[in-house]
Nanobody, 114 residues
Framework: QAQLLESGGGLVQAGGSLRLSCAPS????????VGWFRQAPGKVREQIAR???????WYADSVKGRFTISAGNAWNTVYLQMNSLKPEDTGVYFC????????WGRGTQVTVSS
């Protein structure tokens, strides 16, 4: 089964930016809807953005206007550009298809300091 590999997290001050990457071990995304999910400390994992194969996007209200999901050539990598970060964006970020059809990766930690 393909592995989902998230990267790009880190520690950033409020107002800063990060770009997350999701690079599966196999080419699995081309015909799927792909989503980014966030699990904040003590909270359930929630979907915050998704990208359809035709290019349509959806964002949770909490990130709308600040985050942008996109795909690289041939959908080998899916990105999440995060701007104007807030402390409440802190959490572990994961990618997966929508609906979920792959085992979760380890995620990438994003910590936003105030």
């Amino acid at each position: 089964q393909a592995q989902l590999l998230e990267s790009g997290g880190g520690l950033v001050q409020a107002g800063g930016s990060l770009r997350l990457s999701c690079a599966p071990s196999e080419k699995i995304f081309r015909q799927d809807v792909v989503g980014w999910f966030r699990q904040a400390p003590g909270k359930v994992r929630e979907q915050i953005a998704r990208l359809g194969s035709a290019g349509g996007t959806w964002y949770a209200d909490s990130v709308k206007g600040r985050f942008t999901i996109s795909a690289g050539n041939a959908w080998n990598t899916v990105y999440l550009q995060m701007n104007s970060l807030k402390p409440e964006d802190t959490g572990v970020y994961f990618c997966n298809t929508v609906p979920i059809s792959h085992s979760w990766g380890r995620g990438t930690q994003v910590t936003v300091s105030s």
